[in-house]
């Protein structure tokens, strides 16, 4: 039997700065997991997907991210996403250094 469809965004990497970016619910991309569209219904997530890997000029690594409902947005539900949002790891800069 397949598994259930959970609620995911779509992510990916900015082509010219690296940040991590999602897609929002009128197509554009935020660096704001807050602000990103979570789609609920399989068959629309992957014609979503799908347009979004074609902006291969913006983004990068296009891909569905699980995702949990949270009190503020979505919510990371694995540690790589949770990770990836906080920014790169090589030392404190942008969103890290104001956590």
Do not use: C
């Not at 790589?80 to 969103?95: D, I, L, M, Q, V």
């Amino acid at each position: 039997m397949p598994k259930a469809f959970t609620p995911k965004v779509i992510t990916a990497n900015a082509l010219l700065e690296g940040d991590v970016i999602y897609l929002t619910a009128d197509d554009q991309w935020t660096r704001r997991l807050d602000e990103a569209e979570v789609l609920t219904d399989e068959a629309h997530a992957q014609i979503k997907l799908l347009d979004a890997s074609a902006r291969n000029q913006e983004a990068v690594g296009v891909y569905l991210a699980d995702m949990a409902p949270g009190q503020n947005g979505p919510e990371p539900r694995h540690f790589r996403e949770a990770f990836r949002r906080t920014g790169p790891s090589n030392y404190f800069h942008g969103k890290q250094a104001t956590s």
